[in-house]
Each structure stands twice: as C-alpha cells, then as structure tokens.
C-alpha cells in the first residue's frame, strides 16, 4: 500500500516536468499532459482514500 501513496505523488511530480515543458517549449499538448496528471492525482487519492475506509468496516 505504501507504494501506491508514492506513485500518487509521482503524479505531481510529471505535472511539473509537464507544466515546465509547456513554458520553455510553449507546447499545448503538454499543458493538456500536466492537467491529465493533476487530475490523476486526486482521482488516486480519493480511490485510494475509498479502499482504505472499505477495509476498516
């Protein structure tokens, strides 16, 4: 479980890298990329958040 909440975090870090290519390269493609991440980011985060209050019950 641990690693999922790590590769949640990559997710942020890929929008970054994403977001400064978008600037240097002004590149839209890459800004659609970092807003995909961000997305996937929380998208991750409340599945993950669902899964582990399932298991307590």
């Known amino acids: 479980m ?4 790590f590769l949640q975090y990559a997710y942020l870090i ?3 890298l994403f977001l400064y290519d978008a600037i240097a390269n ?5 800004l659609l990329f970092a807003a995909l991440a961000v ?3 929380f998208f ?3 599945f ?3 899964f582990e209050d399932r298991g307590k019950l």
Do not use: G, P, T
């Open 39 to 41: 997305f996937m980011f």
């Open 48 to 50: 993950r958040k669902r």
């Open 44 to 46: 991750r985060k409340k």
């Open 2 to 5: 641990k690693l999922l909440s």
């Open 26 to 30: 002004k590149s839209y493609i890459s």
């Open 14 to 16: 890929f929008a970054v």
